[in-house]
């Protein structure tokens, strides 16, 4: 059955929310109902203190507005309070399941930036505790303040009900004058974004080879493109805005006129004149909090469709049966794959068999799908047609979680994430200081780590820094072999080592050999494949020979390696001075 806690993530958050929201809204009466205290209080002094100039009655006036005004803060403290609690409820929602999705989509879309999700949540978390959704909330009791104001005298009432009608109209102007030019202005800030961090990412290259001028050129010219679309809805907004202000201080003063011509006249006191003018600011108070607050509104309803956009990218996980720990028999039947997000198939038709506890090398030229390969058996890369599966099962039916502890994968471009090395070994999971160690001595890289200021504590930043290739790929092997995994997926292994890295990595694999694990190795290499039991030879996109080693190797080799580029792609390459084998793909 499906697991419905990610297609409805939002739909639960918001219906967590629901509670809280209908009593903020129900706080929200009597909290603008006490909002009458001061435009009252004001109306008894004008009129029965002032003519009487008693002092008992003012004092018991001032007590009692001064009670009104405590309930008042009393209540608005509860409602905030009330808010910031469910706010984390929300967040203890949607959290988990949009963190699990922007991981799903972006393997499903790489490059699509779906870790903004998470600030997305925190967005949409902040506008529903803040004082943005208060706006709202008090929003639907501006009728309350509209009919006092009709009470006090008509002209009054409409005089509130045109303005707070044109500021709301000036609101929506804006919105919509603005949409547009604010749209393409994050788009195209977005796309600067990229190209900038990109360029800092290979700041090495760029100051070697003097491109850092050109580049910098490209992302002015983007970001002069932002600078042009956000100052043109800088002016719309601003243009709009000066006339919000103008209609408000208007109103004010055309209040007041038109008090005093009433009371002139003896239509009204000089307390209702004070008091509807501060009713009428009142009234247009809830407006004028949803026209400050509009901003925020819309950056929270952009999150809410970004996050939507997201649950339905990456559909649900299937709640799956735990299978037991796979042998590692691996079996692919017409396996085609395309790179997330195309149609266009990479690898085309591929079947083969590898036992439980061989070693199988893959090779081929460049661009041949060994790589691809290695992510689909490892379930990354989605497929599009044809089926994997493990010990029977197809890749489908596993729970990725309970599966990926059972699998040792080393890609060809190592990333280490940002906490310790033993951290990283142990895949940030809790672990035994002891397994971590023995770990690192069965990848050949315990005494590499304790060379490191801290050894096992040292602590690495983010993708690596600090550390070689080799050292990076190294610590990267252990990861792979961290937890006994069935299945070890082997990228270019050796591509960063120096020659003591590629005798220990040869000493691991013979020792995965001997414990029975299933290795794969795709590498340019052939000495590597010293221990392989089969050898699978890409080329064109699909699956050109598969075999014993010695019956693919005699192939493709032949009885005596030369010099010459072979059909296949590889190029046999003498052993050096040492006597190390030195045969590789020149693809």
């Known amino acids: 059955m499906r697991d419905q806690a990610m297609p409805a993530a939002l739909n639960d958050g918001l219906r967590a929310m629901r509670p809280v929201l209908v009593t903020a809204v129900v706080f929200g009466f009597f909290v603008n109902l006490l909002l009458f205290v001061s435009p009252l209080y004001m109306l008894q002094i004008y009129d029965r203190v002032l003519p009487s100039r008693n002092e008992t009655t003012l004092i018991g006036l001032t007590l009692i507005a001064a009670f009104g005004l405590a309930v008042y803060a009393s209540l608005e403290m509860l409602r905030a309070r009330l808010l910031v609690r469910g706010g984390m409820i929300f967040d203890q929602k949607i959290a988990d399941p949009i963190f699990d999705a922007a991981h799903r989509g972006t393997l499903l879309r790489p490059g699509a930036q779906h870790e903004t999700a998470l600030r997305d949540v925190d967005v949409l978390r902040e506008f529903l505790t803040g004082s943005g959704i208060l706006a709202f909330c008090d929003l639907p009791w501006t009728p309350i303040f509209l009919v006092a104001c009709f009470v006090l005298h008509p002209w009054f009432g409409w005089m509130a009900l045109l303005g707070g009608g044109a ?27 990229q190209q900038a961090a990109a360029t800092f990412r290979n700041g ?75 009713i009428i600011g009142r009234t ?35 709640r799956r049966v735990t299978l037991p720990r796979p042998r590692g028999l691996i079996e692919a039947e017409n396996v085609s794959v395309a790179a997330p997000g195309s149609a266009r198939p990479i690898l085309t038709d591929v079947s083969f068999r590898l036992e439980p506890g061989s070693v199988v090398g893959i090779i081929g030229p460049s661009a041949a799908g060994k790589s691809t390969l290695a992510r689909a058996m490892t379930g990354i890369w989605p497929l599009l047609d044809g089926g994997i599966r493990i010990d029977g099962s197809d890749l489908r039916h596993w729970d990725p979680q309970g599966l990926g502890r059972h699998i040792g994968y080393l890609p060809q471009d190592v990333e280490l994430l940002d906490g310790t090395v033993a951290q990283n070994i142990a895949r940030f999971a809790d672990a035994d200081d002891a397994d971590v160690i023995a770990v690192a001595q069965r990848a050949g890289c315990h005494e590499l780590i304790q060379a490191l200021p801290d050894g096992y504590n040292t602590v690495i930043g983010t993708s690596g820094t600090g550390l070689s290739g080799g050292q990076r790929q190294r610590i990267a092997l252990a990861r792979a072999l961290f937890g006994d995994p069935s299945l070890i997926v082997l990228d270019e292994p050796n591509a960063s080592l120096d020659q003591p890295g590629e005798a220990a990595l040869m000493r691991a694999v013979a020792d995965l050999k001997r414990s029975g694990t299933t290795v794969v190795i795709v590498t340019h290499k052939l000495a590597l494949l010293a221990e392989a039991d089969r050898i699978l030879v890409m080329g064109g996109g699909g699956l050109q020979t598969c075999g014993s080693a010695e019956h693919v190797l005699g192939q493709v080799l032949g009885p005596r390696p030369n010099p010459t580029l072979l059909p296949t792609g590889i190029r046999a390459v003498p052993a050096d001075h040492n006597g190390a084998d030195a045969q590789r793909n020149a693809g």
């Open 167 to 193: 500021i709301l109209g000036l609101t929506v102007l804006n919105e919509f004058a603005t949409r547009g030019p604010l749209d393409a202005a994050n788009r195209a800030s977005r796309v600067a974004g």
């Open 204 to 278: 090495e290259v760029l100051q070697a080879m003097g491109m850092l001028a050109d580049l910098r050129g490209l992302w002015r010219r983007r970001h002069d493109d932002v600078l042009v679309r956000q100052a043109d809805a800088s002016d719309r907004a601003g243009l709009i805005v000066a006339a919000t202000k103008f209609v408000r201080m208007l109103l004010q003063t055309l209040v007041l006129g038109a008090g005093a011509y009433l009371a002139i006249h003896r239509e009204i006191s000089a307390g209702s004149m004070i008091a509807a003018s501060i």
């Open 284 to 318: 247009l108070a809830p407006i004028e909090a949803v026209v400050g607050n509009w901003k925020g509104f819309c950056a929270a309803r952009g999150s809410y469709r970004r996050l939507r956009d997201l649950v339905a990218l990456a559909e649900p996980e299937l």
